[in-house]
């Protein structure tokens, strides 16, 4: 559980970058921020599945 807790975290964290920088028409730096959201969002989603299981 605490994987996916710091997975969560740190997804948060790179969707804020993601818009903060979006609304700053930082574009290169927002679309590389919203791609490692993603990718730490599925990190978090099997972290969690692997714990309910």
């Not at 903060?20 to 969002?41: D, F, N, Q, S, Y």
């Amino acid at each position: 559980m605490p994987l996916a807790v710091l997975f969560s975290v740190i997804t948060v964290g790179f969707a804020a970058i993601a818009v903060w920088t979006a609304e700053a028409a930082r574009w290169p730096i927002a679309v590389a921020a919203g791609a490692l959201a993603a990718w730490m969002a599925t990190l978090a989603w099997s972290a969690l599945r692997k714990t309910r299981a």
